[in-house]
C-alpha cells in the first residue's frame, strides 16, 4: 500500500513509498483476535516464507555451490512445504474460503481488502467485513491445529 502523502527518504527527496501493513497485528489490538491466533498466524507466515512459495522471489546466489549446504537448505524448504500444507489442509483446504485466505493474506502477505475484492474465495468477490470473519475463522482453526482446540482463547467484541 502506498502512503497517502509523500515524503522525504533518505536522501531528502520528495517519495511516496510502499508501506507494509500487518494485519494481524492490527487485529491483535483491536481485539478481533487473540494473541494465539496472531502467533499462529505469524508462525504460518514464516513457515511460508522458508517455503519459498512465494514467486516473486529472487535466486539465493548462495546456493551456486553443492555439497550439504544445498542439501540442508532443500530439506529445510520441504519441512516447511510440509508444516505449510498440514496448516493449510487443518484449515479447509486450498478450496476453501479459510485455507485461500490464509495463503493469499498471511502467507503471500497481501492485505485482507486486496484479497477480498480482488481473489476472493473460488472467484467469488467478498465484502471485507466478511472477508475479516474469513481470516478470524481461519486464524482460530489454525491456532487450534498447531496448539490444540482451546489455544485460540476469548476475543473480545
Not at 487485529?27 to 519459498?52: K, V
Not at 498471511?106 to 481488502?113: I, Y
Request: hydrophobic content about 45%.
Amino acid at each position: 500500500m502506498r502512503l497517502d502523502k509523500a515524503i522525504a527518504d533518505g536522501a531528502g527527496a520528495v517519495a511516496r513509498p510502499y508501506r507494509a501493513v500487518d494485519t494481524l497485528a492490527i487485529m491483535e489490538r483491536r481485539g478481533t483476535i487473540t494473541r494465539a491466533m496472531r502467533e499462529a498466524g505469524e508462525d504460518f507466515r514464516a513457515r511460508f516464507q522458508t517455503a519459498h512459495l512465494d514467486p516473486l522471489k529472487a535466486a539465493n546466489l548462495a546456493r551456486s555451490g553443492g555439497g550439504a549446504a544445498e542439501g540442508d537448505l532443500s530439506g529445510r524448504v520441504f519441512a516447511a512445504r510440509e508444516h505449510v500444507w498440514r496448516a493449510i489442509c487443518a484449515c479447509g483446504g486450498l478450496a476453501s474460503a479459510g485455507g485461500a485466505c490464509l495463503w493469499h493474506v498471511v502467507g503471500m502477505g497481501r492485505s485482507l481488502k486486496e484479497w477480498a475484492l480482488e481473489q476472493g474465495w473460488a472467484g467469488r468477490r467478498l465484502s471485507q467485513e466478511a472477508a475479516s470473519g474469513v481470516l478470524v475463522a481461519a486464524l482460530g482453526a489454525l491456532a487450534a491445529h498447531y496448539n490444540g482446540p482451546r489455544s485460540y482463547g476469548d476475543v473480545r467484541s
